[in-house]
């Protein structure tokens, strides 16, 4: 019987569960790619070690160039004809958005979504089948914005962001931390389309800003550090968390300086697996063992990778604690009742919902640039919006 239902659960059988999602492994947002790959290398290494009960695990990502029309196409394929037991860690908050109502109409799980957008919380009840991963954009925004109220108040504040639901969040978040406090004297929204930030970054800097606000993807991010550069520009950084993996910073202060990207603030919820800090935490081993044998390619400081592999291991607790008899109803109820310690995040930072709480993560710190690596600083602080 037990096999039955199994067989009659899409992406399921006696020996494996098959997973889908949607990554840019190509396109303006390639820097991303690693995060599919890091997912695969940890399933694979569980798989290794038996699977989950006995079913090995296979990830099917899929290549959408960072275009929400791919994203569309290909996960009505992952659906229909790969027939996925879920949509798992696909990239991209306007992508996730695009195809979130196709599959709450179909009842098929999309967890664990690489966004914080507020509309992925907010809207669980209309949409309960799709559940995002990262800490809120907007409570992204409010901390830099109490940061600032506290540490810079005369600050005079200038705004890249991205013009989507992912920049305006942090933007709104920003204005509500501020609090009144400090001044944002010039905002400039870019396209994802976009061939280089040239003209908004010189309106920006006309402003008089002292600070600058990159809430921006890994590509306009670099682009708003080399470009204010060239232009005699060296204010103040802010740099939204989607973005600072060490080998984006690297690229960052190899196009400009390392006085302009010293300095800069961000905020963390990972273990960074690149700093002597973390050199003998177990867990932190464990990523570069799965690496060196999965990853054999993948560049030491691409932090995306190990990010991949700490969605994974959420993952794999939620289809442990589904049982035996996987369904796509069991998944679910299983991702809305998470407690857990995941030994990938910072210590303190646990994955927590609950059916009315869609924000997985609500604790993360402050952290500074200083030479190659991220120094975190302070306590765990509150990521809601």
């Known amino acids: 019987m037990a096999a039955a239902l199994a067989l009659a659960t899409p992406g399921v059988t006696p020996t494996q569960i098959t997973l889908g999602g949607t990554v840019p492994l190509s396109g303006p947002a390639s820097a991303y790619a690693s995060v599919g790959r890091g997912a695969d290398a940890y399933f694979r290494y569980v798989d290794s070690k038996g699977g989950v009960f006995g079913r090995k695990i296979v990830f099917k990502y899929e290549d959408d160039q960072f275009e929400v029309p791919n994203t569309i196409l290909l996960t009505r394929q992952l659906v229909e004809q790969d027939n996925v037991l879920a949509i798992f860690d696909s990239v991209g908050t306007e992508h996730a958005l695009a195809v979130r109502p196709y599959l709450n109409d179909r009842k098929v799980p999309q967890l664990f979504v690489g966004s914080g957008v507020s509309k992925l919380a907010t809207e669980h009840k209309k949409y309960p089948w799709s559940m995002g991963y990262l800490p809120s954009f907007a409570g992204e925004g409010s901390i830099y914005g109490r940061y600032i109220a506290a540490h810079q108040p005369s600050a005079h504040i200038a705004v890249l962001y991205e013009n989507s639901d992912f920049g305006k969040d942090m933007l709104n978040g920003l204005r509500r931390g501020l609090g009144g406090k400090a001044k944002i004297v010039a905002t400039q929204p870019y396209e994802i389309e976009d061939a280089n930030v040239d003209s908004q970054l010189a309106r920006l800097k006309s402003s008089g800003a002292d600070t600058l606000m990159l809430f921006a993807t890994p590509k306009f991010a670099i682009f708003g550090y ?61 990523y570069k063992t799965i690496a060196k044998r999965y990853l054999p390619g993948a560049k030491p ?25 996987l369904t796509r109803e069991s998944v679910l109820r299983t991702a ?11 210590p303190g930072v646990r ?14 710190k402050l952290a500074r640039y200083r030479g190659t690596h991220w120094q975190f600083f302070g306590k765990l602080v509150s990521a809601r919006g």
Request: hydrophobic share 40%; charged share 20%; net charge positive.
């Open 226 to 286: 080399v470009g204010s550069f060239r232009l005699g520009w060296h204010p103040h950084f802010y740099v939204t968390s989607v973005s600072i993996s060490p080998d984006i910073m690297k690229i960052a202060k190899f196009g400009s300086s390392q006085k302009q990207v010293d300095g800069s603030v961000s905020i963390a919820f990972v273990k960074d697996p690149t700093a002597a800090a973390w050199a003998k935490d177990r867990t932190v081993r464990l």
């Open 336 to 346: 809305t009742h998470l407690d857990e310690t995941n030994p990938f995040l910072l």
């Open 351 to 364: 994955i927590r919902t609950t059916p009315n709480d869609y924000y997985p993560m609500d604790k993360v």
């Open 301 to 325: 400081d691409d932090v995306f990778n190990y990010y991949g592999m700490a969605v994974a291991y959420t993952m794999v607790d939620t289809l442990k604690k589904a049982g035996r008899n």
